[in-house]
């Protein structure tokens, strides 16, 4: 069974920045592509950010220039590094993993960002 484990999340104050990150368990994870999604409260869960076992990244229209997707293999882990964070970022985010064996999620860290 594939396990990811989300970490960084926190209470950022507006402008300010966090770096999210996910250990995903299994041998699949180098041929694997990695995303982060995220979810407000009485808001369906959307898209982040999303990185290719090659490293083609996509993001978001409404994070482009302010948060990037990356990943180490040799860690088993995918980073979401946000800078300029904005009160509209406050959500849970969540890893997810798409693996020859299925999709996968974390169970969420949440971001909070207020004054």
């Known amino acids: 069974q594939v396990q990811l484990v989300e970490s960084g999340g926190g209470l950022v104050q507006p402008g300010g920045s966090l770096r999210l990150s996910c250990a995903a368990s299994?041998?699949?994870?180098?041929?694997?592509?990695m995303g982060w999604y995220r979810q407000a409260p009485g808001k369906q869960r959307e898209m982040v950010a999303r990185?290719?076992?090659?490293?083609?990244?996509i993001y978001a229209d409404s994070v482009k220039g302010r948060f990037t997707i990356s990943r180490d293999n040799a860690k088993n882990t995918v980073y979401l590094q946000m800078n300029s964070l904005k009160p509209e970022d406050t959500a849970v985010y969540y890893c997810?993993?798409?693996?020859?064996?299925?999709?996968?999620w974390g169970q969420g860290t949440q971001v909070t960002v207020s004054s």
């Open positions: 997810s993993a798409d693996y020859l064996a299925g999709n996968f």
């Open positions: 299994g041998s699949s994870f180098s041929i694997s592509t």
């Open positions: 990185i290719s076992p090659s490293t083609r990244t």
